[in-house]
């Protein structure tokens, strides 16, 4: 019950009940089916919670499922990305779970997700390769030892990229501080932001 003893008060507070109860009752066999079934398809109680709060999220979802039969995995990064990172439609939430199927990773404004375990040298190399373009970077990546070595050496950019991936954890030669962020069918991936 509702705290304020006003009886017009008590009055506005039932009649939007009522309104929700009608609004609930109106719904057809054919939609409470298509709500249930994508609540089967989502594993985790973060992501239900999420739809169960956020309507307007489920109602897109469903109206993309009316159209292809939605994957788990899409929800689920639907969700998650609409929920930490900012928003995005089903659609282009579709884009991305394409992407992260074929390289196991994406990046979204200044965060990249990935799967857990999976070999970021190529995104590494790509960051790499504009960070050495910047003092700042070069002076974070190497030594003036390391520098003048490579300069008595002639290293081409492309060997030096080459020699630190070697060497090092490409999560920590990114900066990147991993966070869980969501399972795909038994597959955690991770989100860390990216230092610019």
């Known amino acids: 019950m509702i705290k304020h ?11 939007e009940v009522n309104a929700l109860v009608k609004k609930f009752n109106k719904i057809n066999e054919f939609e409470v089916n298509e709500i249930e079934e994508i609540f089967e398809q989502v594993k985790h109680e973060d992501t239900k919670s999420y739809l169960i709060n956020n309507t307007n999220k489920l ?33 282009k939430a579709s884009e991305y779970y394409g ?7 994406i990046e979204i404004g200044e965060c990249l997700i990935y799967k ?3 070999n970021l040298k190529e995104y590494a190399n790509e960051v790499l390769e504009e960070r050495l373009k910047d003092e700042f970077w070069v002076d974070t990546l190497f030594t003036k030892d390391d520098v ?15 020699q630190i991936l070697e060497s090092n954890d490409i999560e920590e030669i990114l900066g990147l501080e991993p966070q869980y962020a ?12 990216i230092e610019e």
């Open 5 to 15: 003893k006003s009886a017009i008060i008590n009055q506005l507070f039932y009649a």
């Open 59 to 91: 109602s897109e979802i469903i109206k993309e499922n009316r159209n292809r039969k939605l994957k788990q995995g899409e929800i689920e990064l639907f969700s998650w990305i609409n929920e930490e990172l900012e928003e995005v439609s089903m659609h």
């Open 99 to 105: 992407e992260l199927g074929i390289v196991d990773y």
């Open 116 to 118: 857990e375990g999976c």
């Open 148 to 162: 003048v070595e490579m300069w008595v050496n002639e290293t081409t950019k492309e060997e030096a990229i080459e």
């Open 182 to 193: 969501f399972s795909i069918n038994d597959t955690d991936y991770k989100y860390s932001y």
